[in-house]
């Protein structure tokens, strides 16, 4: 009996040799598994399985687009790991799905308001290696980033500088990094909210005041640019900037005006100059945030 066992076992043995060897006629296939590092009589035993992978490895490399993946399991592939002495199969995810996770991730986490899309991009590592006058922001990022603990007082930005120097993009690529960690953010170019939440008034109007009063972190983007009407100024910037201080809830701010010019700005309205409630919002501002000027070349062009 047991010389039986053995001869079976000596022809699977030679079964798999035959099948292994066969198959590495194939000579990109040769060199997928050799690049494996994984000893030849425990490839051998995954022959038919190996081939498999390779050929999602080949639909990788001529790959075009997601839509047109030739793969199983549509954006991932099927990847041979060596454990022990075994080889483990898994779908790993391919980049082009690992771009679009993190696309719909975005879209999970941050919120725009009439803000142009291409600010999805804006990421840190394009920050970085940026002008040596951007340290402070940049210290200032990390740290918040370090810090940042939902509910606890965290001072936001108040970020002026001229036309085009990188204002927005700089809060954006902070929202971002903060998107991967989970924590939701809220874009909204204010001039055109205003302009937008005007016209709401029969439809939506109270979910998106809430929701910019309420969203953890939020960008009023380009305040001083928008016409300043009683109406926007007390009953729309005053309680947003009040409920978010009461609630610890960081905001941010990008301008082209100074907080002096900002409070100039905010006084006067079509019903004539009120000074007192423009002080008190500028007021708010810094209780809220940081001042921090933006010197920069301009970078629209
Ligand atoms: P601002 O808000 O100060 O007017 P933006 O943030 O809109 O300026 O930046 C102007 C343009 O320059 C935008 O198109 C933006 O995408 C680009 N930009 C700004 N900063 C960077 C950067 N660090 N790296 C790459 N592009 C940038
Ligand atoms: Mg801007």
Redesign the pocket.
């Known amino acids: 009996m047991k010389k039986i066992d053995s001869i079976i076992k000596n022809n699977n043995k030679t079964d798999l040799k035959h099948d292994f060897m066969d198959a590495c006629k194939d000579k990109d296939f040769k060199e997928y598994i050799y690049s494996l590092n994984i000893k030849e009589d425990i490839l051998m035993k995954y022959t038919s399985t190996l081939q498999d992978a390779f050929q999602e490895e080949k639909n990788c490399n001529n790959c075009r687009s997601l839509s047109t993946c030739k793969n199983k399991l549509k954006g991932y592939k099927y990847s041979p790991n060596k454990e022990e002495n075994i080889i483990v199969f898994d779908y790993e995810i391919c980049s082009k799905q690992a771009k679009e996770e993190k696309n719909k991730n975005y879209e999970k986490y941050i919120k725009l308001y009439d803000m142009?899309t291409?600010?999805k991009?804006?990421s840190f590592k394009?920050?970085y290696k940026?002008d040596k006058l951007r340290l402070p922001i940049i210290k200032y990022f990390k740290e918040f980033i370090e810090n940042y603990k939902q509910g606890e007082k965290t001072k936001g930005l108040y970020l002026h500088?001229?036309?085009?120097?990188?204002?927005?993009?700089?809060i954006?690529?902070l929202f971002n990094e903060m998107a991967h960690k989970g924590v939701d953010s809220t874009l909204v170019y204010y001039p055109e909210f205003l302009r937008s939440l005007k016209s709401s008034f029969n439809t939506n109007y109270e979910e998106r005041f809430e929701h910019i009063k309420k969203t953890p972190l939020l960008l009023l983007?380009?305040i001083g640019a928008e016409n300043v009407t009683p109406w926007s100024r007390d009953e729309i910037l005053s309680p947003i900037l009040q409920y978010r201080m009461d609630e610890n809830l960081p905001t941010f701010f990008?301008s082209?005006l100074t907080l002096e010019e900002l409070e100039k700005n905010l006084a006067t309205t079509s019903s004539g100059v009120d000074s007192l409630k423009a002080r008190r919002i500028v007021e708010r501002i810094k209780q809220l945030t940081i001042t921090e000027h933006?010197i920069?070349k301009?970078?629209?062009d």
């Open positions: 142009p291409n600010i991009e804006a394009d920050i940026d500088g001229s036309f085009g120097s990188g204002k927005t993009y700089l954006a690529a983007d380009d990008t082209n933006l920069s301009n970078r629209r």
